[in-house]
């Protein structure tokens, strides 16, 4: 592995200076003023800076902490910077940081000549930045990429880290790699900050790293020792829960996130990789104010091909491939299921194994993940985990990955890899001396609940950016049971992800649209006025009118009733507004897809 020094290992600009001029910003290194570049307020051209781009004086001055990319919408362009940072601790010795903060800076000065329907659609477009603005769990570095895993890493050719950071990184883990566009055309490397959406924990000075069961011998007392975990969110197929489900015709699935175990001990680095993703097949669940709307899987002759490039990209990266489909093998989710081992079927390299989480485990029989480990547990091992010593030297290479998934691969995806982390960090643990052969992790109460609470916490953040909420059974990953609180937890995330399914996630997916607007599936065009026109018009919400008349008639049902045992007309009164409110009802059922906030820009596939 290339343990590159300090001053060969490429750095970006760590603190930048943000002048702002009535017809440009000005964008320049607090350490090297000299450097740097300006953008046009009024088109969005970017220019090297020279001894004239500054002069003058500066209506306004500020301090921002990476460039994050520049987008182009009907009036002109958008600058993205971050203006806010939180130092999140380090990526194998070096220190990686947070979003707290951005902001798009308008270079739009020719909006005035726009039209009126370009001026509405130029509206809508920035409504979807500011949701951009607060997107969650953004992480950079200004000294390492965070995108590639340890094994391929350590594999790279001599000189890798001193490349700009763009180039080291993987564009599939690389939010704003559409947004980096018009930055690396004008070469300004130094600036171009790419970050990574996912979640970046990790837990130093673990007790039983340190040797807490006291084996003399090994003299692991006083070792320091690190726990990370890393989750890289694919931008192939960016989208909110119920918006973005299956795979698209290339094979890129919806939810798809790599996740890495690295520990550090003693001078060794080990490393396991798990993946999730949604069903890789052409399906949909459109909401339609029902709890859970129906699953349609869509008829389409390229399914196959669909699902075999998805495993062919899977196997060019990871090595060998095992399936682990945790969905109900009965009702909806079983149609789904066996339509997907159909066509797994035809792949006779990749394993699939079937197991229903819920019928096998409930909500409290964690430890019944041992019935899946008895399936897999060989292969599994098998598999193995990537181990480099302190020298560089690579003792042992992970051969594939387990791809787990269930509907929304969230909450029983979250368990299940825990569960087999536990598995593999026990066997690595066992791999150097620090536990013999008949000891677990779980037998350190202390250390074992702050292992649990490390992917229990990565489940939320995934979740928080998939579905708008914290995972469910987020308690058996911590405990190992369902308690009291983590039921009430479970119920108050189940009710927030049906209002945002329904009301939000169509203008929220990051929000739907803005997702496709940062991800270049949507691009906008300014010679194309008759594909935008629908984009300004506001689709009619009937929801208000259809929820007063539903509250109004229940109330009205409720007071007649309560006096219908005083005459004749109060009876029938009583079973006329029931009626209303039975009519309010079906048509709302009936109507579900249309009072709910749908994506506006691009079609689900």
């Known amino acids: ?103 798009f800076l308008p270079c739009n000065g020719n909006l005035r000549f726009a039209t009126a329907q370009e001026k509405k659609d130029e509206a809508y477009f920035r ?44 564009p599939r883990y690389v939010w704003n790699w559409h947004l980096l566009e018009e930055l690396i055309e004008c070469k300004l490397d130094g600036f171009i900050t790419p970050l990574l959406q996912g979640n970046i924990l990790s837990l130093s000075s673990v007790s039983i790293l340190l040797g807490l069961y006291q084996v003399a011998e090994l003299q692991l007392k006083n070792t320091p020792s690190v726990i990370s975990l890393i989750s890289r969110r694919c931008t192939r197929r960016l989208g909110t829960r119920m918006w973005r489900r299956g795979a698209n ?34 399906w949909e669940q459109i909401v339609d104010l029902s709890y859970k709307p129906q699953l349609k899987i869509n008829k389409h002759e390229d399914t196959p091909k669909v699902v075999q490039r998805h495993f062919h990209d899977l196997s060019q990266r990871y090595g060998e491939i095992m399936v682990v489909n945790l969905t109900d093998q009965h009702g909806a989710e079983g149609e789904l299921s066996k339509a997907y081992a159909t066509e797994m079927a035809r792949l006779p390299n990749v394993r699939y194994v079937a197991f229903d989480f819920h019928h096998i485990c409930g909500t409290t029989n964690f430890d019944n993940l041992g019935v899946l480990y008895e399936q897999i547990g060989d292969e599994f091992e098998k598999q193995g985990y990537f181990l480099v010593d302190a020298e560089g030297n690579i003792l042992e290479e992970q051969k594939g990955v387990i791809r787990s998934n269930c509907i929304d691969c969230l909450d029983r995806t979250n368990v299940t890899q825990n569960y087999m982390a536990q598995k593999s960090l026990n066997l690595q643990l066992q791999r150097i001396g620090v536990l013999d052969s008949a000891e677990c992790v779980s037998m350190f109460e202390d250390d074992y609940t702050k ?83 629908p984009i300004g018009g506001s689709q009619p919400s009937f929801l208000p009118v259809a929820s007063a008349l539903l509250i109004g008639g229940v109330t009205v049902t409720s007071f007649t009733i309560h006096q219908a045992g005083r005459n004749t007309q109060q009876y029938l009164a009583s079973a006329l507004w029931a009626g209303v409110t039975a009519g309010v009802v079906a048509m709302i059922k009936a109507n579900g897809r249309h009072l709910c906030s749908r994506p506006r820009l691009c079609h689900l596939i």
């Open 1 to 103: 592995m290339e343990i590159a020094p300090s001053s060969s290992r490429f750095k970006l600009y760590d603190q930048l200076e943000l002048l702002e001029f009535p017809d440009k910003y000005v964008v320049k290194p607090v350490d090297s003023p000299h450097e740097g570049f300006s953008v046009d307020r009024r088109d969005g051209n970017i220019k090297p800076l020279d001894d004239n781009t500054s002069s003058g004086n500066a209506t306004k001055v500020s301090t921002i902490f990476g460039v994050a990319g520049t987008i182009r919408l009907l009036a002109g362009t958008y600058l993205l910077v971050i203006t806010s940072r939180e130092e999140a601790g380090t990526f194998l010795g070096l220190p990686i940081f947070r979003v707290t903060a951005m902001k």
């Open 127 to 170: 409504t979807l930045l500011q949701a951009l603005e607060t997107t969650p769990g953004l992480y950079f570095s200004y000294e390492t990429d965070l995108t590639v895993n340890l094994q391929r890493r350590c594999k790279l050719a001599v000189g890798w880290t001193s490349k700009p950071m763009w180039k080291q990184a993987d």
């Open 249 to 282: 015709l290339e094979g890129d699935t919806a939810n798809f996130v790599e996740s890495e175990q690295i520990v550090e001990i003693n001078g060794f680095k080990f490393s396991l990789l798990q993946v999730r993703g949604s069903i890789p097949l052409l």
């Open 451 to 533: 292992f649990r609470t490390i992917w229990a916490e990565q489940g939320d953040e995934i979740s928080l950016q998939y579905a708008g909420t914290y995972a469910l059974k987020g308690d058996l990953v911590r405990y190992g049971k369902q308690t009291v609180s983590g039921a009430i937890k479970d119920g108050i995330s189940a009710m927030s992800r049906y209002y945002l399914n329904n009301f939000q996630d169509g203008v929220r997916q990051a929000s739907s649209d803005a997702l496709d607007l940062i991800s270049g599936r949507y691009t906008v065009g300014t010679n194309s006025p008759s594909q935008l026109q």
